[in-house]
Each structure stands twice: as structure tokens, then as C-alpha cells.
């Protein structure tokens, strides 16, 4: 089993449409947890952290649950500009700046 | 406006050459990270540094080496290029301390590196 699993997708959605992506991972000790978004040819960039009391940016949502093992983000009101992937990072121990990386989720938004 | 740059965006050598890519970062971070992006795999983490001459490896270390000579500069360097090397190579760096569960890392542009 992999550390850390994402549906690779695409997941195609319309704009205005709402959509959610899920992140599996396997150390139940992991502490922290992030969403990266990567546009085509670019490099990751931060897009929220995900704390255990969930958290909202917007149009953008992160939820943790740590008895299941998973972390979610759901994106309302798509936009054509939310066209990218969407990765999934934990950091798997406190102390350790070794983070895990999830393969990554792509969204395309048509309009 | 926070800056990671690497020496070159793109990049031909050929087998058994060796090969330098470059990182710099301007935020004072005592982390630097080096990673490769593979289709399929997602990123992984080839080197990492804690501080100036300090580095630990990472989960695909073979065939690589690293160079922290100062604080604000991270090279990565192939001894001898073999064409299973040609991906997407990533310098990453993180402050350290505060909150640091939850400091953000930030990437410079890429180098992608092809090996004839």
C-alpha cells in the first residue's frame, strides 16, 4: 500500500460546479497535513494546511479525519482558473521534514 | 516576494556525464530539499539539508550527491548520468522552528533534465 493515495483522475466538472477529492494515508501518526495545487509545467504551490478541526479558504474546504485516514478538499464554485493538480502532502512525523507526497489529483473545469 | 531559483529550467547531457543543477533561495531557510517528479509517481525526495554542510538522504539517494557550502545554495549533482535519470528535478526549502508542523515549502521553477 502506498503511503500516501490519491485518485489520479481527470475529474472533468463543469464551472459552478462543486467538487471534492480525498487523500488516503497509511502512518496514523502523521501530523501534518497539507493541499498543493501544480499547474501544467509549473512547480507545487501551497494551497492550504489542513488542521484536525477542518478549515476553510473561500471557495475552498480541507477536512482532516484521522480515524478513517484521510484528509479531503472540497472546491465550490469551480472556476476555469482551478484547472490543475491537486496534491496531497503529509508530514509523517513530528521533528522530520521528510514529507510524503500523494501522485496527485487532476481537475479540469470546462466551460 | 519569496524566491527559489534553479540554474536551468531545461537541460540535455549525455551518459555518464557529470551534472550539476544549482538551487538558491533568498529567505534565510535552513531547509532545502531536493526532489525528482516522475508521471506516476509523484514527488520523491532525493536529499535533503538541515543546515550549511550538513544533508541527510532521502528516499532515492543512488546516483546522486549533494553540496550545502552555504546557507543560501543547495546543488545537486549526478556523478554519471545514466538515461533512467532523465525527470523533473525540484528545490524545495522550509523555515525551520515556530510552528513548524505546518511551515509551508516553497519550490523553485524545475530543471528538467534529459539523458541521451
Not at chain 1, 78 to 83: A, E, N, Q, T
Given at each position: 500500500r502506498k503511503e500516501v493515495e490519491q485518485d489520479p483522475g481527470p475529474f472533468n466538472v463543469p464551472e459552478g460546479a462543486t467538487v471534492a477529492f480525498n487523500c488516503t494515508y497509511s502512518n496514523s501518526a502523521s501530523q501534518s497535513f497539507f493541499w498543493y495545487r501544480q499547474d501544467c509545467r509549473k512547480e507545487p504551490k501551497l494551497l492550504m494546511s489542513v488542521y484536525s478541526s477542518g478549515n476553510e479558504d473561500g471557495r475552498f474546504t480541507a477536512q482532516l479525519n484521522r480515524a478513517s485516514q484521510y484528509i479531503s478538499l472540497l472546491i465550490r464554485d469551480?472556476?476555469?482558473?482551478?484547472?490543475a493538480t491537486y496534491l496531497c502532502v503529509v508530514n509523517p512525523a513530528s521533528g522530520t521534514y521528510k514529507y510524503i507526497f500523494g501522485t496527485g489529483t487532476r481537475l479540469k473545469v470546462l466551460a | 516576494d519569496v524566491k527559489v531559483t534553479q540554474s536551468s529550467r531545461y537541460l540535455v547531457k549525455r551518459t555518464g556525464e557529470k551534472v550539476f543543477l544549482e538551487c538558491v533561495q533568498d529567505m534565510d531557510h535552513e531547509n532545502m530539499f531536493w526532489y525528482r517528479q516522475d508521471p506516476g509517481l509523484g514527488l520523491r525526495l532525493i536529499y535533503f539539508s538541515y543546515d550549511v554542510k550538513m544533508k541527510e538522504k532521502g528516499d532515492i539517494p543512488e546516483g546522486y550527491s549533494v553540496s550545502r557550502e552555504k546557507k543560501e545554495r543547495f546543488s545537486l549533482i549526478l556523478e554519471s548520468a545514466s538515461t533512467n535519470q532523465t525527470s523533473m528535478y525540484l528545490c524545495a526549502s522550509i523555515q525551520r522552528g515556530g510552528t513548524s508542523s505546518y511551515n509551508e515549502q516553497f519550490f523553485g521553477p524545475g530543471t528538467r533534465l534529459t539523458v541521451l
Open positions: 469551480s472556476k476555469l482558473s482551478d484547472s | -
